[in-house]
């Protein structure tokens, strides 16, 4: 049990001035929870990006975790730790966004999920509980990579938004359709300037190849990280991610520093 200490001033005030004098308990806050991968998670995502644009009276939880599906996700016990907030009445009212995806694709064992019968049924199971347990659920479409092929992204992701948008429709969830949005973004603005919204610098134009030159075998090829957001990606998703939650459900935006603009 976790107790509160009063000074013993403050115990002596009350003593003097009763009961009565006491100041109003603080209203229960208004909680947001966020449930996902890297994609959303601290340092690397635009989880953080987004509970900053809350103002202080709401408390905004970043439980998301690099690396996990919509199955290792609860497997390692990190669901009960949503269910403990949910049940513990702090809150007047909790929203829970739960984004997955990119780690149930295949290849990704023991992550990988099936994406006709697992995958559905754990981003329900999320919605249900949340629901019971008298939260609000919010599914996210997951948020696109930034990888072209020509001059046209590759939305590799499209078929785990689909199954998310049919599960918020069977469940009477609210839908955050992040991977729809981004994916647009992104396409309009070219790879040259998505490459920005990454962690690292944008790699340098690569020189033509030296045909005189052997290359040497087993020589590693550094690769671009085309997922994980740097400051200015996630800034630009958490805006993405506010505009959308304020259209979905009005009443949040007041819950927003700049009172949800568009």
């Known amino acids: 049990m976790k107790l509160r200490t009063i000074a013993p001033a403050a115990v002596a005030a009350l003593a003097l001035t009763g009961p009565a004098a006491a100041a109003p308990a603080a209203a229960a806050p208004v909680r947001v929870i966020l449930v996902g991968d890297s994609t959303m998670a601290s340092n690397s995502g635009y989880g953080d990006a987004l509970c900053a644009r809350f103002t202080p009276q ?90 072209f092929k020509g001059q046209w992204l590759r939305d590799d992701l499209a078929p785990w938004a689909a199954a998310i948008r049919k599960v918020a429709q069977q469940e009477h969830a609210v839908l955050l359709d992040l991977n729809a949005d981004s994916a647009a973004a992104v396409q309009a603005m070219g790879q040259r300037e998505a490459d920005t919204l990454a962690m690292a610098p944008p790699p340098a134009v690569a020189a033509p190849a030296d045909p005189n030159k052997v290359e040497v075998a087993g020589a590693a090829k550094s690769a671009f990280d085309r997922t994980h957001l740097g400051k200015k990606g996630a800034d630009l998703f958490a805006r993405m991610v506010e505009r959308a939650l304020v259209q979905a459900l009005p009443e949040t935006r007041a819950y927003f520093i700049d009172g949800g603009k568009p």
């Open 58 to 147: 709401i408390e905004c939880v970043n439980l998301a975790r690099g690396g996990r599906s919509s199955r290792s996700f609860r497997a390692e016990g990190r669901w009960d730790e949503v269910r403990r907030l949910l049940q513990d009445g702090s809150a007047t009212t909790t929203y829970v966004l739960v984004q997955f995806g990119h780690n149930d694709q295949p290849g990704k064992p023991p992550r990988s999920t099936d994406l006709v019968t697992e995958f559905p049924a754990n981003m329900a199971r999320y919605a249900q509980e949340t629901k019971a347990l008298g939260g609000v659920p919010v599914l996210v479409t997951p948020l696109t990579r930034r990888s």
